[in-house]
């Protein structure tokens, strides 16, 4: 085999274990527990806009879920209670619908009387600048924009949530 084809053999094989292992590395990465929290836009079902850094000054919960997630659907009565007791607070709750269809999101929504901002991540594109791992995923972002601890899996110490709400609140 002549030198040439020897040598890019060899930055071939080097290249693809590159990429094999970047890719390894941002699927390996943890999901955001603190620091700035990406900005994003997210359109409601019903055609709304909403806008993560111009809710600056406001304490935010941003909720991923799913119509077909079990633990998305236990946790869902939690979660709009929650937004009913807060939400003259100044906190605002957004949920970030993950790999759903329109139809089932919307009934999902209607059987459990959500009336929080909600909409759909079409590309799951704010999902993955949390780098979020499956749903449902809960993120806290303080006042100043920044990312305050995050819940993954469903909601099971209400009080520990109930807890993070009255520390961002207070800050």
């Not at 040439?4 to 890719?23: E, K, M, N, S, T």
């Not at 633990?71 to 709750?93: H, I, N, S, T």
């Amino acid at each position: 085999m002549p030198r040439w084809v020897q040598v890019l053999v060899f930055v071939l094989v080097i290249g693809l274990l590159a990429l094999f292992a970047f890719g390894l590395g941002v699927r390996g990465a943890a999901q955001l527990s603190a620091g700035p929290a990406p900005d994003f836009t997210l359109v409601s079902f019903e055609g709304q806009k909403i806008r993560l850094s111009e809710l600056r000054g406001k304490v935010v919960v941003i909720n991923f879920w799913s119509s077909w997630c079990v633990p998305c659907r236990d946790e869902a009565p939690f979660l709009e209670q929650m937004w009913r007791r807060y939400k003259d607070r100044g906190v605002v709750f957004i949920g970030v619908n993950y790999v759903d269809s329109e139809t089932p999101a919307r009934a999902y929504l209607k059987e459990f009387d959500v009336t929080y901002f909600n909409g759909p991540d079409i590309g799951s594109e704010i999902f993955h600048r949390f780098r979020a791992k499956g749903v449902p995923e809960t993120y806290f972002i303080g006042k100043d924009g920044n990312v305050y601890g995050n819940i993954i899996g469903p909601v099971t110490r209400p009080s520990e949530f109930i807890q993070k709400l009255e520390e961002l609140l207070a800050r």
